[in-house]
């Protein structure tokens, strides 16, 4: 099976690791619907906007005070370090909240202990375009519409796939014009008004 | 071309009317990626989560006080009538500002001037399942996640497609458990979020 | 000192125990200006809106969905049994979240272990005004603008002061109409809003 | 009478006209409860946090995006120019909504038309301390419990009392370092933070 990380460095929707992939020989046909093979995925791509769930891992003081936000460092398959969110598709069948609890494990591990917030209602949406103009963010894989929260982490991270390392910075330096630029896509736009919603 | 309105009542992504719909014979290959023939919708309704935009039509004052709400009467093919909610699918390639316009135009007309919110970010989400128990919200046909915006109307509706009519209420009749029982698919419930939004 | 208790049931700003009081003797022009005398709190209370903040305990699973919510149970002078938020005022010079964290310690024990959310923009807000028809909170006692917040608490809860119980329920049972009934002053109402933004 | 604009350049609560100051010789005890001599809001000032709300004045195109933000551009005492956000106290007894519309009606004119949004809950709250440190925003006066709200306005716009001027800029321009600064007291970020809320 072909990886589709070529598409990368955006945050993706690939397979994290052998145990959330689909055994051998397994169909779309068969129990789990949300797994598409790749030449689904690129056919529903051109169909129809992709949901996506955006995770901003933040730590907290004792009274819900952001005290530091964490961001993923990758590495594209050129070798360019980005800077990321946790992000990835909500497949068919699948919550919000399960994806996005399981795309907060594939980036940051089992250890994290993420708290997802108690409102579906996200801090931020953002409508990536394979093209540029349409609105401030592109993936030139999809037309996406992202769900973004921010979300507590209280355990110790260990990332996972792709990603190097996840970075803790005061919010304030995660607001610098140097970070917001390292993420690519307009996901620093991105970044920058998810930390708002929380008073940064 | 065979009609999906047989899925109805939910509130439905059909082409509303001729100057909306693809020209004889356009593929979706052609100009507009967003238009999917009855067979490509069918495919990936079952392969991803539908990207939906949902609207509550309401009256304000001159200080932005919610005085009356609006809720479409249709009739299911079966006769039977039910209350329903602006609604309808976003179209590949399309901005969530554009479906919910074009949504809002079609089925409350062209003069009903909707104000669409500045803040992208919906007063809810709501998450349809084709089975029940997954989430309170359920649809038939697909895997919906469905953004719900409170939007101020300022003109003058007249309903097309298959509304029959919009009834003008106030807060507390459309709160009544008579009313909010009229909705299907648990959007009595969504429509009760929405409210509350915005202080009902 | 004279307690103002008698103003009950409505949530209050009191002191909540001996360790919260000032000591004996100690005027408003000492070290914590946010203490009042009764006489200079009836005076302020006539001449500027208080700004109070509200809080509906909940219980989330591992994802973040509310599964259970709690409700104060307290005895007004007259020996009625009313429902109640967690509620208070904040005083002069303390911040929002300290204000938050005190009321909830002080009605919900020191081991509720309450999450207070990271963001500060509340899930609703309320005006109270000492005579009904203005908005649909009333509170004889003063013009009060209340911050109302959903927060997660993951420890035991023991009430204290005035609160005989705090009552779990599911978020179903919370928001039947019997229930909603035995909050005072139309927080019934602003329980259904608080609960409607976490997707209640 | 003395007037506390000695304290600005801070947005104020001050008179702004002589249609909206009591009559000569009128009392706080009189008809309109919300006023306060000079000496009544010193002590009162230094007992409460006040209640405030501010306003961000944008321009929407016809689905509601932000196409231009609104500064105040004020003169202070010292002869210092100043942006500020339109922004003033809420009476006792005054609707955030009546309190709303009246600064903006005193800040930007009659024919403004300010659409105030159907939602009570602002798109942010700042909390002003007299002394920096313990939040982001000083306003050395007093403690302040800031609403803030993101504004469309469909009218012309002429400043009065003390603003010389509107400036419309694009969100961009807006959001520049530069025109951030400018903003006193950490309104710059609450700025950011509000614009934020509407996907800039």
């Given at each position: 099976m072909a990886i589709d990380t070529a598409e990368l460095p955006d945050p993706d929707d690939m397979p994290p690791d052998p145990e959330d992939m689909p055994p051998a020989g397994t169909?779309?046909?068969?129990?789990?619907?949300?797994?598409?093979?790749?030449?689904?995925l690129a056919y529903v791509r051109g169909r129809l906007p992709v949901v996506y769930v955006e995770a901003v891992p933040v730590r907290v003081d004792g009274q819900g005070l952001v005290t530091e936000v964490g961001l993923l460092l990758r590495s594209t398959p050129d070798g360019v370090m980005t800077r990321a969110?946790?992000?990835?598709?909500?497949?068919?069948?699948?919550?919000?909240?399960?994806?996005?609890?399981?795309?907060?494990?594939?980036?940051?591990g089992p250890m994290a202990f993420p708290l997802i917030p108690a409102s579906p209602v996200p801090?931020?949406?953002?409508?990536?375009?394979?093209?540029?103009?349409?609105?401030?963010?592109?993936?030139?894989?999809?037309?996406?519409?992202?769900?973004?929260?921010?979300?507590?982490?209280?355990?110790s991270c260990s990332p996972r796939q792709d990603a190097l390392e996840v970075t803790w910075m005061t919010p304030d330096q995660?607001?610098?014009?140097?970070t917001l630029a390292e993420l690519v896509g307009g996901r620093g736009r991105l970044l920058r008004q998810a930390l708002a919603s929380v008073g940064c």
């Amino acid at each position: 099976m072909a990886i589709d990380t070529a598409e990368l460095p955006d945050p993706d929707d690939m397979p994290p690791d052998p145990e959330d992939m689909p055994p051998a020989g397994t169909s779309t046909a068969g129990p789990n619907p949300g797994w598409l093979s790749d030449d689904e995925l690129a056919y529903v791509r051109g169909r129809l906007p992709v949901v996506y769930v955006e995770a901003v891992p933040v730590r907290v003081d004792g009274q819900g005070l952001v005290t530091e936000v964490g961001l993923l460092l990758r590495s594209t398959p050129d070798g360019v370090m980005t800077r990321a969110l946790v992000a990835g598709r909500v497949r068919y069948g699948e919550t919000l909240r399960d994806a996005l609890f399981r795309h907060l494990e594939n980036d940051l591990g089992p250890m994290a202990f993420p708290l997802i917030p108690a409102s579906p209602v996200p801090a931020q949406i953002a409508e990536f375009f394979p093209l540029p103009g349409i609105s401030p963010y592109v993936d030139e894989r999809q037309h996406a519409v992202s769900l973004v929260y921010v979300v507590p982490v209280t355990g110790s991270c260990s990332p996972r796939q792709d990603a190097l390392e996840v970075t803790w910075m005061t919010p304030d330096q995660a607001l610098a014009a140097g970070t917001l630029a390292e993420l690519v896509g307009g996901r620093g736009r991105l970044l920058r008004q998810a930390l708002a919603s929380v008073g940064c």
